[in-house]
């Protein structure tokens, strides 16, 4: 992988991280159309993923502190009561992980006519929104719950995490911007959690075909973005236009499965 490759994977992963039209989806639908062998190593991926999470640290800087300082006062106020809940949402996923990881790492061997499939499904979701009544509500145990299963299925390429948790949140009737702040802060650890876990299992120590000016440019590129596309998806969900990422999630979804039928 060459610095150029690096700084275009890595935007791509910054911005669809974010944007609700699946990361992981467009980061293998951007190997194979650059032809990015980057499956013989795993720290290109840990660090770009890294990168985004530090982007949302830095955007929601504010809201982190103060959830830090509401629970080590010790009392079940508002704020330990949010952590619970974020606990909570991350029971989905966190089985996914223990049980069935090497079930999910076989789904990312550059598969683009199952990316394809599952940008449709995001699509979908993404378009049953449009009919959803947000109520100013805040977001329950069993929401929470709910929006990790939602966020459990999304580990498969092509449906997008952002888009199907603030979906799930939206169509349960919980608030706009309440809910894709909730969407952001729960991957935050299980990120850091799934990238200490590759760092403890020395899966960073096989390095070979990255070399440093690769990853800092990827970082570097996924972070910068990542601050962007965060911004822009709480103001895109305040105003409810996630219709607009349905027909683009739908075209790229059928141009990729295309491809895949009769390119391929």
């Known amino acids: 992988m060459n610095w150029i490759e690096a700084l275009i994977l890595g935007i791509i992963q910054g911005l669809t991280e974010f944007l609700p039209v699946s990361s992981s989806g467009?980061?293998?639908?951007?190997?194979?159309?650059?032809?990015?062998?980057?499956?013989?190593?795993l720290v290109f991926t840990v660090v770009v993923h890294g990168a985004t999470v530090l982007s949302?640290?830095?955007?929601?800087?504010k809201e982190i502190w103060e959830l830090i300082q509401g629970f080590f006062r010790f009392q079940m106020n508002e704020e330990t009561h949010y952590i619970f809940k974020i606990a909570v949402s991350m029971i989905p996923v966190g089985i996914?992980?223990?049980?069935?990881k090497e079930n999910v790492e076989a789904l990312f061997t550059g598969n683009i006519l199952l990316v394809g499939s599952m940008l449709i499904f995001t699509a979908a979701l993404l378009a049953f929104t449009y009919y959803?009544?947000?109520r100013d509500k805040k977001i329950t145990y069993k929401d929470a719950l709910i929006i990790g299963i939602a966020q459990a299925i999304a580990v498969i390429p092509g449906i997008s995490r952002s888009g199907s948790t603030i979906s799930t949140g939206l169509l349960l009737g919980n608030n706009k911007e309440r809910t894709a702040r909730f969407s952001f802060l729960m991957v935050l650890i299980p990120i850091i959690g799934a990238n200490l876990k590759d760092v403890m299992d020395g899966s960073m120590s096989d390095t070979s075909g990255i070399g440093t000016l690769p990853l800092v440019v990827g970082f570097l590129a996924a972070f910068i973005s990542g601050l962007l596309?965060?911004?822009?998806?709480?103001?895109?969900?305040?105003?409810?236009?996630?219709?607009?990422?349905?027909?683009?999630?739908?075209?790229?979804?059928?141009?990729?499965?295309?491809?895949?039928?009769?390119?391929?």
């Open 26 to 41: 467009h980061l293998e639908l951007g190997k194979a159309i650059m032809g990015v062998e980057a499956t013989d190593s």
């Open 132 to 134: 959803a009544k947000p």
């Open 96 to 100: 996914v992980g223990l049980f069935f």
């Open 229 to 264: 596309a965060c911004t822009w998806m709480i103001n895109i969900v305040k105003r409810g236009k996630l219709i607009y990422f349905a027909v683009y999630c739908l075209i790229i979804g059928v141009i990729a499965i295309s491809w895949s039928l009769f390119f391929s």
């Open 56 to 61: 949302t640290i830095v955007v929601f800087r």
